[in-house]
């Protein structure tokens, strides 16, 4: 008497499952992305506007090649400017807080960031200038 066994494979791949889990995940990111706020400085592009923005003189930082601050002529750190930014956001006799940054062609992004950071830090608008010629 002979006994055959009886096991077939089943080579087919059940899909279902699988479409369920995507699909969720997809649900999921996409929730997830839209409460994700960007860590980004919030730049003002310039535009037309009725009021003039600068009514007085806005203060001049000068960044040079090798990422020194200059400030009215002077050189100043990185904590002496973010000083100097400091005492200008609490003085309540400027109205309109403004400065001014022009860096070196040459300068590395890092020190124009940093001072960009900083006036974000005390709302400050700062306006990106090219040096002079």
Known sequence: MSLKKESKINAEFNMSS??????????????????VTPNALN???PGKSSTSVLTSQ???IIIKSNGQYYVKGRRVTISVLNRFLRN???????????????PHPNAPLKYVAAVMDIALKYRI?????????
């Open 18 to 35: 699988l479409t369920d889990i995507i699909f969720l995940l997809l649900i999921f990111f996409m929730l997830t992305s839209s409460m």
């Open 43 to 45: 730049l003002k592009l």
């Open 88 to 102: 200008i956001s609490r003085n309540k006799k400027i109205k309109n807080k403004n400065i001014i940054i022009t």
């Open 58 to 60: 806005p203060l001049e």
């Open 125 to 133: 608008s700062a306006i990106l200038a090219t040096p002079p010629k």
